[in-house]
C-alpha cells in the first residue's frame, strides 16, 4: 500500500475512534469545534446585524409594483394569471401577525438560513472555501434589499438552494424521504416562481445519471403532483391549461427586441402586434407588456386573456422560427448584462430603483391594480402602509450599499470555476460531479429569464449562492479535511477514499 494511503487510514481510524454517535449533538457545546467554523460565524453574525440594520433603518418592509398584487391574492385566494400563488400563501401563514415587518423579518432569515445551507452543502471543501462561497449571499447589499422587499425572490431562491443542497451528498445513498423532500421543495419553487419548473426536470436527470431510476420517479412524482393540482385550481378558474396565463405574453415581448415583420409576413391578425420602428429605437421587452402605447395593450380586453395571450405566442414563434439568430443574439445580449462589472440603470429608472436602498420614502402606487392591491394591504397590517425610514441606520445602509456587491465578471469567473477545474483535474470519474447540479440550476436561473422574459437584476441573485456552491464543490479536499467534516456533521465515513 502507498504510503499516501497508509496515512489516509490511519486518519479515518483515528477518527472514528472517537466519533460521537450518529445524529448526536454532543459536539455542539464543544469550544474547539466552535472555533473550527470561526470565520464562517463571523460572516454570519456580520450578515445578521446588517439585516437588523435593514429593520431598523427601513421599517416595516419595501414595497415592490409586484407586492400589491401578492397581497390581493392573501384575501382574494384565486390564481393570477400573471404569476403563481405560492408567495401570496407565504404571505397567508404569516397573516395572523397583521404585520409587513414579520414578513421582512422572516425573509432576512431565509436569507440567512440560505447560508447555513451552502456553508453546510460545501462541507467537504476548505473551510475558507466553504466560508468564501457563503459571503455572496450573507453579505452583499443587493441580496439584503431584496430580502427586505415584499416580492417573492427570496422565499424562491430559499427553496431552490434547500432542494438542491439534498441532492448534494455524493457517497450516501439519498433515501426515499430526502427525494421526496426535494420534490415537495421544487413544487413550491415552482409554485412561487414558474422559473422553477425546468429545474424539476433538471435535478430528476441527476439521479438518472447516477443510475437511480426509482428515484427520479420518486422526485417528479412528488415534484409534479402539487403543480399539477394547483394546474387544475388554475384551469376551474379560467378554463385554460397551464400555472399562469401570461406566457405568451412575456414571451412577445420579449421577441419585440428584434422581431422584424417585413421578414417575418404575419397574417393579418398577427400584423397588428408589429412595431414599425427599427429594433435599436424600441423601448425594452417590458413595456411592450405595461406600456398604454404598446400593440398588445391597446387590443380590446385585459391584456392576459386567452385570446391575446394566444395570439401573442403564435406572433412570439413566428418571430423565433424566422429569426433564429436574431433570437439568440438578443438572449446572448440579454445575459450579456448578467456579467458587466458595472451597474447601469435597467430597465428602467423607476424598476432600477426599486432595488437600492431610498433617501426619500416611496409615494403611494399610481396605477390602478396597485391602489386596489394596496387597500388589501392596510387590513393586512391593520393600519397604513408605507415605509418610514430612520437615520441614522438607513444612511448606514445607503453607504454600505455603494461600496459591497458582487461584480458581474466575479460572477462569471465563480461560473467558471468548476468546468475549468474539471478540466485540469481530468480525474477520469465515472460518476457525475457533485458541483454539477448546482451549477446546472444556476446556468438555468440565469438563462431562463433573459430567454423568455428579459434581464432583471433581483432575477439574478437567487443563481448567486447556486453558483458559489458548485465552485466550492468543485475544488477537491484534502482525506483529512473530509473526516474531520464528516466527523463535526455527524456523516459516516467511508472505508474507502477515491484519491
Same mark, same amino acid.
Given at each position: 500500500?502507498?504510503?499516501r494511503?497508509?496515512e489516509?487510514?490511519?486518519?479515518? /481510524?483515528?477518527t ?5 454517535a450518529r ?9 474547539s469545534?466552535?472555533?473550527?467554523h470561526?470565520? %464562517?460565524?463571523?460572516?454570519?453574525a456580520?450578515?445578521?446585524a446588517?439585516?437588523?440594520l435593514a429593520?431598523?433603518?427601513?421599517? +416595516?418592509?419595501?414595497w415592490?409594483?409586484d407586492s400589491?398584487?401578492y397581497v390581493?391574492?392573501?384575501f382574494?385566494?384565486?390564481p393570477?394569471?400573471?404569476? +403563481?400563488?405560492?408567495?401570496?400563501m ?6 395572523p %401577525?397583521?404585520a409587513f415587518?414579520?414578513?421582512? /423579518?422572516?425573509?432576512h432569515l431565509?436569507?440567512l @438560513?440560505?447560508?447555513v445551507?451552502?456553508?453546510?452543502g @460545501?462541507r467537504r471543501?476548505?473551510?475558507w &472555501?466553504a ?5 455572496p449571499?450573507?453579505l452583499d ?10 416580492v417573492s425572490?427570496?422565499l %424562491?431562491m430559499?427553496l431552490?438552494?434547500? @432542494?438542491?443542497?439534498?441532492c ?11 427525494? $421526496?423532500?426535494?420534490?415537495?421543495l421544487? @413544487? ?6 414558474? $422559473?422553477?419548473?425546468p ?5 430528476a436527470a441527476?439521479y438518472?445519471l ?10 417528479l412524482a412528488?415534484?409534479?403532483?402539487p403543480?399539477?393540482a ?7 378558474t379560467y378554463?385554460?391549461v ?14 419585440m427586441?428584434?422581431a422584424?415583420?417585413? =421578414?417575418?409576413?404575419?397574417?393579418p *391578425?398577427? =400584423?397588428?402586434l408589429? *412595431?414599425?420602428? +427599427? ?7 417590458q413595456?411592450?407588456?405595461w406600456?398604454k ?11 392576459f386573456? !386567452?385570446?391575446?395571450?394566444d395570439?401573442?405566442g ?6 423565433i422560427t424566422t ?8 438572449v446572448?445580449?440579454?445575459l450579456g =448584462?448578467?456579467?458587466?462589472?458595472g451597474?447601469p440603470v435597467y430597465?428602467d ?6 432595488y ?7 409615494g403611494?402606487?399610481?396605477r390602478y391594480?396597485a391602489q ?19 437615520e #441614522?441606520?438607513?444612511?448606514?445602509l445607503?453607504?454600505y ?5 458582487l461584480p458581474g ?9 468548476? #468546468?475549468?477545474?474539471? &478540466? ?7 460518476r457525475?460531479a457533485p458541483?454539477?447540479?448546482p451549477?446546472?440550476?444556476?446556468v438555468v ?6 430567454a423568455?422574459?428579459?434581464f432583471d437584476?433581483?432575477?439574478v441573485l +437567487?443563481a448567486?449562492?447556486?453558483?458559489c ?6 475544488i ?9 467534516s !464528516? ?13
Amino acid at each position: 500500500m502507498p504510503e499516501r494511503q497508509r496515512e489516509d487510514v490511519r486518519v479515518m /481510524a483515528e477518527t472514528r475512534a472517537d466519533e460521537p454517535a450518529r445524529g448526536s449533538l454532543a459536539w455542539v457545546g464543544d469550544p474547539s469545534r466552535w472555533r473550527r467554523h470561526g470565520w %464562517f460565524l463571523a460572516v454570519l453574525a456580520l450578515g445578521t446585524a446588517l439585516r437588523a440594520l435593514a429593520m431598523l433603518g427601513y421599517r +416595516p418592509a419595501l414595497w415592490f409594483p409586484d407586492s400589491y398584487t401578492y397581497v390581493v391574492t392573501v384575501f382574494r385566494p384565486r390564481p393570477d394569471l400573471v404569476r +403563481p400563488a405560492g408567495y401570496s400563501m407565504f404571505l397567508k401563514l404569516l397573516e395572523p %401577525f397583521h404585520a409587513f415587518g414579520m414578513v421582512t /423579518a422572516a425573509q432576512h432569515l431565509l436569507g440567512l @438560513a440560505t447560508g447555513v445551507l451552502i456553508y453546510r452543502g @460545501a462541507r467537504r471543501a476548505p473551510r475558507w &472555501v466553504a466560508t468564501l462561497a457563503t459571503v455572496p449571499v450573507l453579505l452583499d447589499a443587493y441580496q439584503i434589499e431584496l430580502e427586505h422587499l415584499l416580492v417573492s425572490d427570496t422565499l %424562491f431562491m430559499f427553496l431552490v438552494v434547500a @432542494a438542491v443542497a439534498l441532492c448534494v451528498p455524493e457517497r450516501r445513498a439519498p433515501a426515499a424521504g430526502g427525494v $421526496v423532500a426535494i420534490g415537495l421543495l421544487l @413544487a413550491a419553487a415552482t409554485l412561487t416562481r414558474t $422559473v422553477g419548473q425546468p429545474l424539476i426536470v433538471l435535478l430528476a436527470a441527476w439521479y438518472v445519471l447516477r443510475g437511480r431510476l426509482r428515484l427520479a420517479g420518486l422526485l417528479l412524482a412528488t415534484a409534479l403532483v402539487p403543480v399539477i393540482a394547483y394546474g387544475a385550481w388554475f384551469y376551474a378558474t379560467y378554463q385554460r391549461v397551464g400555472l399562469v396565463g401570461a406566457n405568451g405574453v412575456f414571451l412577445y415581448a420579449r421577441t419585440m427586441s428584434f422581431a422584424d415583420c417585413a =421578414r417575418m409576413d404575419p397574417p393579418p *391578425d398577427l =400584423r397588428v402586434l408589429c *412595431d414599425p420602428r +427599427p429594433p435599436e429605437r424600441r423601448p425594452p421587452s417590458q413595456e411592450y407588456i405595461w406600456a398604454k402605447d404598446s400593440p398588445l395593450v391597446l387590443l380590446p380586453g385585459i391584456t392576459f386573456t !386567452k385570446e391575446t395571450d394566444d395570439l401573442a405566442g403564435r406572433f412570439a414563434t413566428l418571430a423565433i422560427t424566422t429569426q433564429p439568430l436574431d433570437y439568440a443574439a438578443s438572449v446572448l445580449t440579454e445575459l450579456g =448584462r448578467t456579467f458587466t462589472w458595472g451597474r447601469p440603470v435597467y430597465p428602467d429608472p423607476e424598476i432600477y430603483g426599486y432595488y437600492q436602498f431610498p433617501v426619500t420614502e416611496p409615494g403611494p402606487p399610481g396605477r390602478y391594480p396597485a391602489q386596489v392591491g394596496a387597500d388589501y394591504a392596510k387590513l393586512y397590517e391593520r393600519g397604513a402602509i408605507g415605509t418610514e425610514i430612520v437615520e #441614522p441606520y438607513a444612511g448606514w445602509l445607503r453607504a454600505y450599499q455603494n461600496m459591497v456587491r458582487l461584480p458581474g465578471p466575479v460572477l462569471l469567473g465563480v461560473l467558471l470555476v468548476p #468546468p475549468v477545474a474539471a &478540466v485540469v483535474r481530468r480525474s477520469g470519474r465515472r460518476r457525475p460531479a457533485p458541483w454539477l447540479v448546482p451549477w446546472s440550476a444556476a446556468v438555468v436561473l440565469l438563462v431562463t429569464p433573459a430567454a423568455a422574459a428579459e434581464f432583471d437584476y433581483r432575477y439574478v441573485l +437567487p443563481a448567486v449562492p447556486l453558483a458559489c456552491l458548485a465552485a466550492a464543490l468543485s475544488i477537491r479536499p484534502d482525506v483529512r479535511r473530509q473526516c474531520e467534516s !464528516k466527523k463535526e456533521f455527524g456523516d459516516d465515513i467511508p472505508r474507502n477514499v477515491q484519491l
